[in-house]
Protein backbone atom coordinates (compact mmCIF):
# COMPACT_ATOMS: atom_id res chain seq x y z
CA UNK A 1 0.00 0.00 0.00
CA UNK A 2 1.32 3.16 -0.91
CA UNK A 3 2.17 5.83 1.77
CA UNK A 4 -0.84 8.17 0.67
CA UNK A 5 -3.47 5.74 1.04
CA UNK A 6 -6.15 5.76 3.41
CA UNK A 7 -6.58 2.99 6.14
CA UNK A 8 -10.27 2.96 6.54
CA UNK A 9 -10.45 1.13 9.75
CA UNK A 10 -8.01 3.40 11.25
CA UNK A 11 -9.99 6.38 9.59
CA UNK A 12 -13.05 5.21 10.56
CA UNK A 13 -12.37 4.27 14.47
CA UNK A 14 -10.84 7.85 15.08
CA UNK A 15 -13.36 9.99 13.19
CA UNK A 16 -16.44 7.54 13.37
CA UNK A 17 -18.03 9.69 16.41
CA UNK A 18 -17.53 12.68 15.04
CA UNK A 19 -19.47 11.64 11.85
CA UNK A 20 -22.15 10.44 13.54
CA UNK A 21 -23.01 13.34 16.64
CA UNK A 22 -22.30 16.02 13.12
CA UNK A 23 -25.21 14.50 11.32
CA UNK A 24 -27.68 13.98 13.66
CA UNK A 25 -29.20 17.99 12.53
CA UNK A 26 -30.15 16.69 9.77
CA UNK A 27 -33.82 15.33 9.21
CA UNK A 28 -35.35 13.74 6.71
CA UNK A 29 -37.90 16.63 6.10
CA UNK A 30 -35.15 19.65 6.03
CA UNK A 31 -33.21 17.14 3.09
CA UNK A 32 -36.85 16.35 0.93
CA UNK A 33 -38.29 20.02 1.93
CA UNK A 34 -36.66 21.78 -1.59
CA UNK A 35 -34.94 24.39 0.30
CA UNK A 36 -31.25 24.67 -1.24
CA UNK A 37 -27.96 23.24 0.90
CA UNK A 38 -24.83 24.64 0.14
CA UNK A 39 -22.00 22.09 0.34
CA UNK A 40 -18.11 23.03 0.89
CA UNK A 41 -15.14 21.43 1.91
CA UNK A 42 -13.29 23.42 4.73
CA UNK A 43 -10.18 23.95 6.73
CA UNK A 44 -10.17 24.24 10.58
CA UNK A 45 -8.07 26.67 12.47
CA UNK A 46 -6.83 23.76 14.14
CA UNK A 47 -5.53 21.97 11.27
CA UNK A 48 -7.79 19.80 10.44
CA UNK A 49 -10.18 18.94 7.42
CA UNK A 50 -13.60 18.76 7.28
CA UNK A 51 -16.52 19.49 4.96
CA UNK A 52 -19.56 21.71 5.74
CA UNK A 53 -23.61 21.93 4.68
CA UNK A 54 -25.28 25.04 4.83
CA UNK A 55 -29.09 26.13 4.73
CA UNK A 56 -30.84 29.31 2.63
CA UNK A 57 -29.86 31.30 5.59
CA UNK A 58 -26.09 30.24 5.11
CA UNK A 59 -26.83 28.38 8.53
CA UNK A 60 -24.11 25.60 9.16
CA UNK A 61 -26.35 22.48 9.34
CA UNK A 62 -23.72 19.75 9.59
CA UNK A 63 -20.12 19.45 9.66
CA UNK A 64 -18.02 16.50 9.44
CA UNK A 65 -14.06 15.60 9.79
CA UNK A 66 -12.07 14.40 6.90
CA UNK A 67 -8.80 12.75 7.34
CA UNK A 68 -7.23 14.96 4.76
CA UNK A 69 -8.08 17.55 2.22
CA UNK A 70 -11.07 17.67 0.33
CA UNK A 71 -11.82 19.40 -3.01
CA UNK A 72 -15.28 19.04 -3.96
CA UNK A 73 -19.23 17.97 -2.79
CA UNK A 74 -21.14 16.43 -5.59
CA UNK A 75 -24.80 16.12 -4.17
CA UNK A 76 -27.50 13.09 -5.97
CA UNK A 77 -29.96 14.33 -8.05
CA UNK A 78 -32.36 12.26 -5.36
CA UNK A 79 -31.69 14.59 -2.77
CA UNK A 80 -30.31 12.20 -0.36
CA UNK A 81 -26.64 11.89 -0.38
CA UNK A 82 -23.51 13.94 -0.81
CA UNK A 83 -20.29 12.63 -1.74
CA UNK A 84 -17.16 14.59 -0.88
CA UNK A 85 -14.37 13.96 -2.86
CA UNK A 86 -10.50 14.00 -1.80
CA UNK A 87 -8.09 16.73 -3.29
CA UNK A 88 -5.62 15.53 -5.38
CA UNK A 89 -3.79 13.06 -4.53
CA UNK A 90 -6.13 11.98 -1.98
CA UNK A 91 -7.84 8.33 -2.55
CA UNK A 92 -10.75 8.74 -0.75
CA UNK A 93 -14.65 9.82 -1.06
CA UNK A 94 -17.20 10.02 1.91
CA UNK A 95 -21.08 9.81 1.26
CA UNK A 96 -23.25 11.53 3.53
CA UNK A 97 -26.38 10.43 3.77
CA UNK A 98 -29.04 13.29 4.19
CA UNK A 99 -31.75 11.85 4.99
CA UNK A 100 -30.77 9.43 8.31
CA UNK A 101 -28.76 10.22 11.30
CA UNK A 102 -26.21 7.26 10.04
CA UNK A 103 -22.38 6.82 9.79
CA UNK A 104 -21.18 8.48 6.78
CA UNK A 105 -19.93 5.36 4.23
CA UNK A 106 -16.37 5.90 2.88
CA UNK A 107 -14.71 4.44 -0.68
CA UNK A 108 -11.48 4.15 -1.91
CA UNK A 109 -9.85 3.43 -5.29
CA UNK A 110 -8.21 0.50 -6.04
CA UNK A 111 -4.60 0.50 -5.68
CA UNK A 112 -2.61 2.43 -8.49
CA UNK A 113 -5.85 5.25 -8.68
CA UNK A 114 -6.32 8.51 -7.07
CA UNK A 115 -9.19 10.69 -7.01
CA UNK A 116 -8.83 14.49 -8.79
CA UNK A 117 -11.41 15.79 -6.31
CA UNK A 118 -14.71 15.62 -8.72
CA UNK A 119 -17.31 13.28 -9.85
CA UNK A 120 -20.75 13.55 -11.48
CA UNK A 121 -23.84 11.25 -10.85
CA UNK A 122 -26.19 9.72 -13.39
CA UNK A 123 -29.49 11.41 -14.05
CA UNK A 124 -31.68 9.15 -12.02
CA UNK A 125 -28.59 8.92 -9.15
CA UNK A 126 -27.99 5.50 -9.81
CA UNK A 127 -24.26 5.40 -10.77
CA UNK A 128 -21.63 7.75 -9.72
CA UNK A 129 -18.73 8.84 -12.23
CA UNK A 130 -15.12 9.70 -11.19
CA UNK A 131 -12.17 11.61 -12.36
CA UNK A 132 -9.51 9.01 -11.52
CA UNK A 133 -5.67 8.98 -12.09
CA UNK A 134 -3.93 5.60 -12.88
CA UNK A 135 -0.80 7.39 -12.12
CA UNK A 136 1.82 3.81 -13.16
CA UNK A 137 0.11 4.25 -16.53
CA UNK A 138 0.15 8.35 -16.42
CA UNK A 139 -3.23 7.99 -17.97
CA UNK A 140 -7.21 8.87 -17.04
CA UNK A 141 -9.83 7.12 -15.90
CA UNK A 142 -13.15 7.74 -15.25
CA UNK A 143 -14.26 5.32 -12.68
CA UNK A 144 -17.59 4.34 -11.85
CA UNK A 145 -19.53 3.40 -8.80
CA UNK A 146 -23.29 1.74 -8.31
CA UNK A 147 -25.08 3.86 -5.92
CA UNK A 148 -27.60 1.45 -5.55
CA UNK A 149 -25.06 -0.93 -4.10
CA UNK A 150 -23.12 0.41 -1.42
CA UNK A 151 -21.19 2.62 -3.85
CA UNK A 152 -19.22 -0.84 -4.99
CA UNK A 153 -17.20 0.23 -8.29
CA UNK A 154 -17.92 -1.63 -10.90
CA UNK A 155 -16.17 -0.40 -13.63
CA UNK A 156 -14.00 2.04 -15.05
CA UNK A 157 -13.37 3.62 -18.43
CA UNK A 158 -10.71 5.77 -20.44
CA UNK A 159 -11.11 9.68 -19.97
CA UNK A 160 -8.85 9.30 -22.99
CA UNK A 161 -6.39 12.28 -21.79
CA UNK A 162 -4.54 12.71 -18.61
CA UNK A 163 -5.43 14.48 -15.96
CA UNK A 164 -8.82 14.20 -16.41
CA UNK A 165 -10.15 16.33 -13.63
CA UNK A 166 -14.34 18.29 -13.62
CA UNK A 167 -16.99 15.66 -15.01
CA UNK A 168 -20.35 16.32 -16.45
CA UNK A 169 -23.31 14.62 -17.70
CA UNK A 170 -24.84 16.16 -20.94
CA UNK A 171 -28.58 16.27 -20.79
CA UNK A 172 -28.80 13.26 -22.71
CA UNK A 173 -27.76 11.46 -19.85
CA UNK A 174 -25.14 9.06 -21.85
CA UNK A 175 -22.70 11.58 -22.69
CA UNK A 176 -19.74 12.60 -20.62
CA UNK A 177 -17.66 15.49 -20.31
CA UNK A 178 -14.14 15.39 -19.64
CA UNK A 179 -11.98 18.02 -18.91
CA UNK A 180 -8.26 16.44 -18.89
CA UNK A 181 -5.92 18.92 -17.29
CA UNK A 182 -3.05 17.34 -19.12
CA UNK A 183 -0.45 17.00 -15.89
CA UNK A 184 0.63 14.06 -15.16
CA UNK A 185 1.34 13.68 -11.96
CA UNK A 186 2.44 10.35 -9.05
CA UNK A 187 1.83 10.37 -5.66
CA UNK A 188 5.55 9.50 -4.98
CA UNK A 189 6.17 13.19 -6.01
CA UNK A 190 2.87 14.97 -3.75
CA UNK A 191 1.61 17.25 -6.13
CA UNK A 192 4.64 17.82 -8.30
CA UNK A 193 3.86 18.39 -11.92
CA UNK A 194 6.05 16.09 -14.14
CA UNK A 195 5.70 17.11 -17.64
CA UNK A 196 5.22 20.65 -17.85
CA UNK A 197 6.70 21.09 -21.01
CA UNK A 198 4.75 18.72 -23.17
CA UNK A 199 1.36 18.51 -21.09
CA UNK A 200 -1.53 18.53 -23.34
CA UNK A 201 -4.91 19.70 -22.25
CA UNK A 202 -8.26 18.34 -24.01
CA UNK A 203 -11.98 18.19 -23.54
CA UNK A 204 -13.44 14.89 -24.30
CA UNK A 205 -16.86 13.83 -24.87
CA UNK A 206 -17.71 9.79 -23.97
CA UNK A 207 -20.44 7.36 -24.51
CA UNK A 208 -21.13 6.09 -20.60
CA UNK A 209 -22.81 2.86 -22.44
CA UNK A 210 -19.70 1.55 -23.56
CA UNK A 211 -17.20 3.56 -22.62
CA UNK A 212 -15.89 5.28 -26.01
CA UNK A 213 -15.34 8.09 -27.05
CA UNK A 214 -17.11 10.07 -29.23
CA UNK A 215 -15.00 13.31 -29.65
CA UNK A 216 -11.23 14.85 -28.59
CA UNK A 217 -10.90 18.28 -28.56
CA UNK A 218 -7.49 19.64 -27.72
CA UNK A 219 -6.23 23.18 -27.26
CA UNK A 220 -3.98 24.53 -29.92
CA UNK A 221 0.30 24.31 -29.92
CA UNK A 222 0.40 27.60 -28.56
CA UNK A 223 -1.58 26.98 -25.44
CA UNK A 224 -0.50 23.28 -24.41
CA UNK A 225 0.46 24.87 -20.93
CA UNK A 226 -2.70 25.84 -20.26
CA UNK A 227 -4.14 23.08 -18.04
CA UNK A 228 -8.71 22.82 -18.28
CA UNK A 229 -10.32 22.00 -14.93
CA UNK A 230 -13.60 22.90 -14.39
CA UNK A 231 -16.49 23.32 -16.16
CA UNK A 232 -20.35 24.40 -16.47
CA UNK A 233 -22.88 23.10 -19.40
CA UNK A 234 -24.61 25.52 -20.57
CA UNK A 235 -26.82 23.82 -23.21
CA UNK A 236 -27.29 20.33 -24.21
CA UNK A 237 -23.27 19.79 -25.97
CA UNK A 238 -22.34 23.03 -24.92
CA UNK A 239 -19.65 23.56 -22.15
CA UNK A 240 -18.15 26.50 -20.81
CA UNK A 241 -14.54 26.12 -18.86
CA UNK A 242 -11.86 27.80 -17.07
CA UNK A 243 -8.28 27.27 -17.66
CA UNK A 244 -5.01 27.53 -15.38
CA UNK A 245 -1.64 28.45 -17.10
CA UNK A 246 1.33 26.69 -16.38
CA UNK A 247 3.48 28.95 -18.59
CA UNK A 248 5.30 31.98 -18.43
CA UNK A 249 3.66 35.02 -15.55
CA UNK A 250 4.34 37.32 -17.92
CA UNK A 251 2.10 35.15 -20.82
CA UNK A 252 -1.82 36.74 -21.34
CA UNK A 253 -3.35 33.49 -22.68
CA UNK A 254 -6.48 33.02 -22.73
CA UNK A 255 -8.13 31.13 -20.05
CA UNK A 256 -12.29 30.78 -20.26
CA UNK A 257 -13.87 29.73 -23.71
CA UNK A 258 -16.60 26.92 -24.77
CA UNK A 259 -16.39 23.59 -26.22
CA UNK A 260 -19.47 22.46 -28.71
CA UNK A 261 -20.02 18.73 -29.81
CA UNK A 262 -18.98 19.14 -33.39
CA UNK A 263 -17.57 22.21 -33.19
CA UNK A 264 -14.89 22.32 -31.22
CA UNK A 265 -13.39 24.48 -28.64
CA UNK A 266 -13.72 28.44 -28.74
CA UNK A 267 -11.93 30.71 -26.50
CA UNK A 268 -13.25 33.90 -25.60
CA UNK A 269 -11.30 37.07 -26.16
CA UNK A 270 -10.76 38.67 -22.59
CA UNK A 271 -8.84 42.27 -23.01
CA UNK A 272 -5.62 42.66 -20.61
CA UNK A 273 -7.06 44.38 -17.86
CA UNK A 274 -8.87 41.59 -17.27
CA UNK A 275 -6.40 38.33 -17.89
CA UNK A 276 -3.80 40.61 -15.66
CA UNK A 277 -6.53 40.65 -12.85
CA UNK A 278 -7.15 36.74 -13.34
CA UNK A 279 -3.37 36.11 -12.79
CA UNK A 280 -3.07 33.16 -15.26
CA UNK A 281 -5.42 31.04 -12.98
CA UNK A 282 -9.32 30.36 -12.78
CA UNK A 283 -10.70 28.80 -9.85
CA UNK A 284 -14.63 28.05 -9.82
CA UNK A 285 -16.61 28.31 -12.28
CA UNK A 286 -20.51 28.75 -11.92
CA UNK A 287 -23.95 29.16 -14.06
CA UNK A 288 -26.73 31.15 -13.48
CA UNK A 289 -30.20 29.20 -12.95
CA UNK A 290 -31.58 30.40 -15.97
CA UNK A 291 -28.24 29.82 -18.09
CA UNK A 292 -27.60 33.55 -19.36
CA UNK A 293 -24.66 34.49 -16.82
CA UNK A 294 -21.31 32.61 -15.91
CA UNK A 295 -19.45 33.45 -13.00
CA UNK A 296 -15.26 32.72 -12.66
CA UNK A 297 -13.57 33.36 -9.78
CA UNK A 298 -9.40 33.51 -9.47
CA UNK A 299 -8.42 33.33 -6.33
CA UNK A 300 -4.62 33.99 -7.17
CA UNK A 301 -5.91 37.46 -9.17
CA UNK A 302 -8.51 37.88 -6.05
CA UNK A 303 -10.92 39.04 -8.85
CA UNK A 304 -14.67 37.02 -9.67
CA UNK A 305 -16.08 38.20 -13.02
CA UNK A 306 -19.48 37.47 -14.57
CA UNK A 307 -19.72 37.14 -18.15
CA UNK A 308 -22.80 36.63 -20.79
CA UNK A 309 -23.13 33.14 -21.32
CA UNK A 310 -23.42 33.53 -25.34
CA UNK A 311 -20.88 35.58 -25.58
CA UNK A 312 -18.00 35.68 -23.03
CA UNK A 313 -19.14 38.96 -22.50
CA UNK A 314 -17.80 40.74 -19.45
CA UNK A 315 -21.16 41.82 -17.62
CA UNK A 316 -19.11 43.51 -14.54
CA UNK A 317 -16.56 42.15 -12.23
CA UNK A 318 -15.66 42.07 -8.32
CA UNK A 319 -12.46 42.12 -6.26
CA UNK A 320 -12.96 38.95 -3.56
CA UNK A 321 -9.41 38.40 -1.77
CA UNK A 322 -8.73 34.96 -1.17
CA UNK A 323 -12.07 34.38 -3.39
CA UNK A 324 -12.51 30.94 -5.14
CA UNK A 325 -15.76 28.81 -4.16
CA UNK A 326 -18.79 30.24 -6.45
CA UNK A 327 -22.86 29.06 -6.74
CA UNK A 328 -26.09 30.54 -8.43
CA UNK A 329 -28.86 30.77 -6.31
CA UNK A 330 -31.81 32.13 -8.47
CA UNK A 331 -31.04 35.45 -8.49
CA UNK A 332 -27.74 35.17 -5.83
CA UNK A 333 -24.29 34.29 -6.67
CA UNK A 334 -22.69 33.41 -3.41
CA UNK A 335 -18.93 33.49 -3.12
CA UNK A 336 -16.69 31.98 -0.41
CA UNK A 337 -12.82 32.62 0.47
CA UNK A 338 -10.22 30.79 2.30
CA UNK A 339 -10.25 33.34 5.19
CA UNK A 340 -13.74 32.23 6.19
CA UNK A 341 -16.16 34.49 4.34
CA UNK A 342 -19.31 33.95 2.59
CA UNK A 343 -20.47 36.86 0.37
CA UNK A 344 -23.48 36.98 -1.47
CA UNK A 345 -22.75 39.36 -4.74
CA UNK A 346 -26.11 39.83 -6.33
CA UNK A 347 -28.64 41.28 -5.24
CA UNK A 348 -26.71 43.17 -2.32
CA UNK A 349 -23.44 42.45 -1.17
CA UNK A 350 -23.56 40.76 2.29
CA UNK A 351 -20.64 39.20 4.35
CA UNK A 352 -20.63 36.32 7.27
CA UNK A 353 -17.94 35.38 8.88
CA UNK A 354 -17.33 31.98 9.59
CA UNK A 355 -14.71 30.50 11.94
CA UNK A 356 -12.61 28.28 9.22
CA UNK A 357 -11.90 28.31 5.89
CA UNK A 358 -13.56 27.47 2.68
CA UNK A 359 -11.89 25.26 0.54
CA UNK A 360 -11.54 25.61 -3.01
CA UNK A 361 -15.60 25.03 -4.27
CA UNK A 362 -19.32 25.49 -3.23
CA UNK A 363 -21.79 23.66 -4.35
CA UNK A 364 -25.80 23.95 -4.49
CA UNK A 365 -28.39 21.56 -4.64
CA UNK A 366 -31.55 22.80 -5.43
Known sequence: MSGFELNRRDFLAGAGSLFLSSLSGISKARAQSGDAIFGSCIKRQDGTYGAVLLNEQFELISEITLPNRGHDVVFSPLADKAIIFARRPGNFAVIMDLTKAQEPQ???????????????????????????????????????????????????????????????????????????GGIQ?????????????????????????????????????????????????????????????????????????????????????????????????TGSIAISDDKKQIAVSSPKGGLVAILEAKTGNILSTRQIQRGNGLAYKSTQLIATTDNGKLANLRPQSSIKQFDFAFDNHLTVQQ
Not at 187 to 206: C, E, H, V, W
Not at 236 to 265: M, S, V
Open 185 to 281: THPDYGRAKLNIANMQSSITFINTLDGSLIEKHILPNQLHKLSLRHMVAIEHGTIAFGGQYEGAKTDRPQLIGTCTLGEGIKLWELNDVILSSFANY
Open 106 to 180: IITVPVNRHFYGHGTFSHDGKLLYASENDFEEASGRVGIYDATSGFNRIGEFDSFGMGPHETLLLSDNKTLVIAN
